[in-house]
């Protein structure tokens, strides 16, 4: 099965389909990635805080796969977005990792309370142009905290990371994401286990193309142009994830899909997120 790759507004390609590791533990995260490599996926997205970095970078060296073939994303976490936090952090990251640099690297949350994420962000382009990182982006922004760091730095962001499901579509955001030339990648895309699933509508649209219904969750991001990477430790499901391009949804399942939003926020609101 061939990944689509998307372009960045950096000029760089991206696997649109990976692998997620969020709350995966160190007992389950080496063979967890093992399996998803062996799978096919070839983009990984971790994060420092998830704390299991190491063992990312330990099914990396063990699969024998080329770097060159494999996109990683790690991120700096809350309590490091001043300069020379940052540095440590994306410098531990690597360490941790085993990498000489990550391909993506992203400020993990906005926190505007705090004041300190567009410092964060001149961090991450000052990483970028060393080398410790092929692009940069950030996660859980919303259109406030990127006009204010392409005002302050004039660069824009290649990705914008934000909670993405079908009741949760965001399609403002989304929207103004693209009206930027930024890619939009989705967390917690299959509803993070609070029973999306089993959404009448989506369960319908399962049975008409005789598929999961986490098959055609993904499979409706993918058609949207979302960058998507959904987490399992279960690996007939790291397989079954992945099994999703060799069908459509029509334009009626599409829209029975968007359908669905009802504006539910699973996770923190990044207005209010204080975690550090």
Known sequence: ??????????????????????????DDIVASVRT??????????????????????????????PREDLFVTTKLWNDSQTPGKARAAIEESLT???????????????QPMFGEYVGAWESLIAFRDEGLTTSIGVSNFNADHLDAVIAATDVVPAVNQIELHPTFAQPDLVAYDES??????A?????????????????????????????VTLRWHIQRGIIVFPKSVTPHRIEENFAIFDFELTDAQMAAMDALDAGRRGGADPLAFTAR
């Open 180 to 185: 930027l030339g930024i890619r939009t990648e």
């Open 187 to 215: 967390w917690g895309p299959l509803g993070q286990g609070r029973g999306e699933l089993d959404e009448p509508g989506i369960v319908a649209v399962a049975a008409e193309v005789g598929r999961t219904p986490a098959q």
């Open 36 to 65: 998803a490599l062996e799978a096919g996926y070839r983009h990984i997205d971790t994060a420092a805080v998830y704390g299991n970095e190491a063992g990312v970078g330990q099914a990396i060296r063990e699969s024998g796969i």
């Open 1 to 26: 099965m061939n990944v689509p790759h998307l372009t960045l507004n950096d000029g760089h390609e991206i696997p649109q389909f990976g692998f997620g590791v969020f709350k995966v533990s160190n």
């Open 96 to 110: 941790r990792l085993g990498l000489d640099h990550v391909d993506l690297y992203l400020i993990h949350w906005p």
